[in-house]
């Protein structure tokens, strides 16, 4: 089945830099678009960057300038590099992906899917 691992997390201090990775496996026939998101508690999910298979970014206003997102097509991952970092970027960072996977031997669906979530704490 499909499966999104994220790795990269952890404490950093403010104005360091985190690089966090999430690879994406299982009967994987393309992915469409992969992102990044990230909640804190009381607080609903929201966009940090996505980038779509023709290459196209997309950055939450927060990260603009700071966060870069990319993309290894041939290991199905996902990066997103995160430099000066805030003590507000604090939260567990989701990664996502849209993408299609094999049913059978001829057959195919479209599916969304989420990591587990890694937790990204910056200290003041």
């Known amino acids: 089945q499909v499966q999104l691992v994220e790795s990269g997390g952890g404490l950093v201090q403010a104005g360091g830099s985190l690089r966090l990775s999430c690879t994406a496996s299982g009967g994987i026939r393309s992915i469409n678009a992969m992102g990044w998101y990230r909640q804190t508690p009381g607080k609903q999910r929201e966009l940090v960057a996505t980038l779509t298979s023709g290459g196209s970014t997309n950055y939450a206003d927060s990260g603009k300038g700071r966060f870069t997102i990319s993309r290894d097509n041939a290991k199905n991952t996902v990066y997103l590099q995160m430099n000066s970092l805030k003590p507000e970027d604090t939260a567990v960072y989701y990664c996502?992906?849209?993408?299609?996977?094999?049913?059978?031997?001829?057959?195919?669906?479209?599916?969304?899917?989420w990591g587990q979530g890694t937790q990204v704490t910056v200290s003041s």
């Open positions: 996502n992906a849209a993408l299609t996977y094999y049913t059978g031997p001829f057959a195919y669906r479209q599916g969304d899917y």
